[in-house]
């Protein structure tokens, strides 16, 4: 059983670019979920997905979008990069709750972007 | 309402010292609450979790202490080790606005000096 993976590790950017970051879930799992981790601060959630859709949302704009593909492995894209946007990208896999059970999300060990 | 509030900030203990962190939330909708430790420049990962059905949850020197009425919950770690030293997050999980989520706390920085 392989573990939650992302791409890449360490990442660089300009103000206005676009960026793609990657993550394959953990085996079994078609749940997953992206947070922001600004330096010295907890994880924030992004959103989730699963079955392939969007799943919950926190407070993030529009430029901050994703994708869930059939083998459950997602991608977490930023548009029109701002200097805050800089932080530790975590991704995380989970099953979803079957009844009543509380899902257990297991995470990556994140992409770390600077914007520039 | 969403929020899960953390403290201390940071702590630092004493090698085979109790190190506690506490942590309350508001929002009954919570009904799983799981511990992550960081090191630096890595993910989180799950320590312990509870349910509130239960208050008090132990594994190893790790212990979990819920408190139902208080919305209340804490971490104990006993007979603390240099290893020890992370950042230790709290976190609620829960159906919120149709969606399951994870709210996370704020985060206390651990350091056992040996």
């Known amino acids: 059983e392989t573990g939650v993976t992302q791409s890449p590790t360490h990442l660089i950017k300009t103000r206005g670019q676009q960026v793609t970051l990657r993550c394959s879930s953990q085996s079994g799992h078609n749940t997953v979920s992206w947070y922001q981790q600004a330096l010295g601060q907890g994880p924030q959630f992004i959103f989730q997905y699963y079955r392939e859709e969007e799943n919950g949302r926190g407070n993030f704009p529009p430029r901050f979008s994703g994708l869930q593909f059939p083998n459950y492995s997602s991608e977490l894209n930023v548009n029109a990069l701002e200097l805050d946007d800089s932080a530790l990208y975590l991704c995380?896999?989970?099953?979803?709750?079957?009844?009543?059970?509380?899902?257990?999300?297991?995470f990556g060990p994140g992409t770390r972007l600077l914007v520039l | 309402q969403q929020q899960v509030k953390q403290s201390p900030q940071s702590l630092i203990v004493q090698k085979g010292g109790i190190s506690i962190i506490n942590c309350a939330y508001e929002?009954?909708?919570?009904?799983?609450f799981p511990w992550y430790q960081q090191f630096p420049g890595k993910g989180p990962a799950l320590l312990i979790a509870?349910?509130?059905?239960?208050s008090e949850k132990k594994e190893g020197r790790f212990t979990i202490s819920f408190n139902k009425s208080a919305k209340q919950f804490s971490l104990h770690i006993m007979d603390s080790q240099p290893g020890d030293s992370a950042t230790y997050f709290c976190?609620?999980?829960?159906?919120?606005?149709?969606?399951?989520?994870?709210?996370f706390g704020q985060g206390t920085r651990l350091t056992i000096n040996p």
């Open positions: 976190a609620a999980v829960g159906i919120i606005q149709g969606a399951q989520k994870l709210v």
């Open positions: 509870i349910r509130p059905d239960v």
């Open positions: 929002n009954t909708a919570f009904d799983y």
């Open positions: 995380a896999s989970s099953i979803p709750r079957t009844g009543g059970a509380a899902e257990t999300q297991y």
